[in-house]
Every structure is written in C-alpha cells, then in structure tokens.
C-alpha cells in the first residue's frame, strides 16, 4: 500500500541554518504531496503541496519539488528561524482507497528545534 | 474568518464513559475527517464523509462513530470499546472528497482518568 518515510528527528539547527528534511514515499499513480506543520499543542498547517512530477511548491522561504524518478519530496529553507521550530509531517494523498476518496497518508513526523 | 473549530480542547473521561468531540466548518466544505495522532507517530483516519447523511470507516474505526446530519458539523464519539482512547483528535475538511487539499481544526485533546 502507500507509505511516506520522513527522516527521523529531532533536528536541532542554529539560526539561519540550511534545512533539509527528507520525505520518500511509495504509491501507485500520481499522488499529491503535502508538508504540514505543527506547531506545539496546535492543529496541522498546510505549509506547501505539489499535485504532479516536477511541480515544487514554496511557501514562507520553505521550498518543496515533487520528484518522481526518486520519489522524493524533501523540504528545504535557506535560512531557518527560531520561530520555524514545529513538527513537520509530509503526506501524500492517495488516489485509490475504497473507491474515490482523498484519504492523507502522513509520515511520522519530524521535530525541528532551532536555537537562537 | 472562515475555518475550522473543534471543541473542547481538553477533555477528561473515565473509563467505560462516552464522550463525543465537536467539529464545525464555515468554509462550505463537502468532505470532512477526523484522525488520531498519538505521540510520535502520524495521524491515522478514523472516519471521512463526502457528503451530508454518508460516512465512512477509515483505517481505525472501532471504538468510534460520526454522524453527518448537517454539512457544517461533523462530531465524533468516541465510545467505551475504545481499547486505547487517549490520544490528540484533528478534524479536517475539504472542498471536495478526491483530489483537494485538506484543512485542519486546532484538535482536541481527549484523556482517560
């Protein structure tokens, strides 16, 4: 079935740090990809997504490309803040699941903590 | 604003007690969820609805059920044969049921004493 690995964490980076956080995921089709963010005791945000193969997805410095020769959809920011400091899950939206759904399959998630 | 709200945000319950958690959307959304995220790990579907007076199971349904009388709400009650119940509840919605993005409530965290 579908399945999305994001690498384990906690990273902990220093402000203005590159970041990478890297997502691989398996499925059939042409799934959508997500990265949604938590922040502590809050719901999910939806930071970026990519519908199809190549597209990237940007959204406050974070950048995102959809690459299906190696399933991959890692995240990156040039230069983190210590504001950035959440837990960040990728997804992928499966196409088949018991007939026509949108059914989101996450990662584990990936805990970030930036230090000023 | 448009959005999603889940109430409350905190809640208790004794064992062998049913509880059930609120979820209300403005945002004219056809499709809505609710997952379970545990610590450490992802979230998992419970249950999903495409439409007012239709639901269905998701990956881990027992213990729980929805109603959808209304396309705005969609409560979750989370019953006494939830082996495990402790856990953060997200309910999301979204424009349609295949394909579109979903959005999340600011969740409810639901412990048994």
């Known amino acids: 079935g579908d399945s999305v690995t994001q690498m384990e964490g906690p990273v902990t980076l220093s402000e203005e740090a590159f970041l990478t956080i890297n997502c691989t995921y398996t499925?059939?089709?042409?799934?959508?990809l997500f990265w949604y963010v938590q922040y502590p005791g809050e719901g999910l945000q939806l930071l970026l997504k990519?519908?199809?193969?190549?597209d990237k997805g940007s959204n406050k410095g974070f950048e995102a490309t959809y690459r299906k020769e190696t399933t991959s959809f890692h995240l990156e920011k040039g230069s983190v803040q210590v504001s950035d400091s959440a837990v960040y899950f990728c997804?992928?939206?499966?196409?088949?699941?018991?007939?026509?759904?949108?059914?989101?399959?996450f990662g584990t998630g990936t805990l970030l903590a930036v230090q000023p | 604003d448009g959005g999603i709200t889940q109430s409350p945000k905190y809640l208790f319950r004794k064992e062998g007690q049913n509880v059930t958690l609120s979820c209300e959307q403005n945002?004219?959304?056809?499709?809505m969820y609710w997952y379970r995220q545990d610590p450490g790990q992802g979230l998992r579907l419970i249950y999903y609805?495409?439409?007012?007076?239709?639901?269905q199971k998701g990956d881990i349904a027992e213990g729980y059920s929805v109603s959808r009388e209304k396309k705005e709400s969609f409560p979750l009650t989370v019953t006494s044969a939830q082996k495990n119940p402790t856990a953060f509840y997200l309910c999301?919605?979204?424009?349609?049921?295949?394909?579109?993005?979903?959005?999340f409530g600011p969740g409810t965290r639901l412990t048994v004493l």
């Open positions: 999301a919605s979204s424009i349609r049921l295949a394909g579109d993005t979903q959005y």
């Open positions: 499925a059939t089709g042409y799934p959508s």
């Open positions: 990519a519908t199809k193969a190549d």
């Open positions: 997804a992928l939206s499966g196409q088949n699941y018991g007939g026509a759904t949108n059914k989101l399959i």
């Open positions: 945002l004219n959304h056809d499709a």
């Open positions: 609805s495409q439409i007012v007076n239709d639901f």
